[in-house]
């Protein structure tokens, strides 16, 4: 069975940054898009950032020009730099594919904090 983990999260305060880990058990990378989604409390899960099979980025409006999503295949790890940091980007960070028929289990996800 596939795993997802995610690290990296923690305390920031605003304006500052923090740099996202999501490693897979297998070679999803190379096989399907990935993506960063972000859930706070009381809210929806929100896709904020894709990467394709071949390195093509998308961004939501809320994070586009301070959020970088990039991905190392040979590691099977995908990344998310977050700059500029906000308190409402305040969540949990967790990573999946994009295609809901491609989906595999959630990991636990990295809690990402910003407040002063």
């Known amino acids: 069975q596939v795993q997802l983990v995610e690290s990296g999260g923690g305390l920031v305060q605003p304006g500052g940054s923090l740099r996202l880990s999501c490693d897979a058990s297998?070679?999803?990378?190379?096989?399907?898009?990935m993506g960063w989604y972000r859930q706070a409390p009381g809210k929806q899960r929100e896709l904020v950032a894709t990467?394709?099979?071949?390195?093509?980025?998308n961004y939501s409006g809320s994070v586009k020009g301070r959020f970088t999503i990039s991905k190392d295949n040979a590691k099977n790890t995908v990344y998310l730099q977050m700059n500029s940091l906000k308190p409402e980007d305040t969540a949990v960070y967790l990573c999946?594919?994009?295609?809901?028929?491609?989906?595999?289990?959630w990991g636990q996800g990295t809690q990402v904090t910003v407040a002063s």
């Open positions: 999946n594919t994009v295609s809901p028929r491609a989906r595999v289990a």
């Open positions: 297998t070679d999803l990378l190379s096989n399907y898009a």
């Open positions: 990467i394709t099979r071949d390195g093509t980025t």
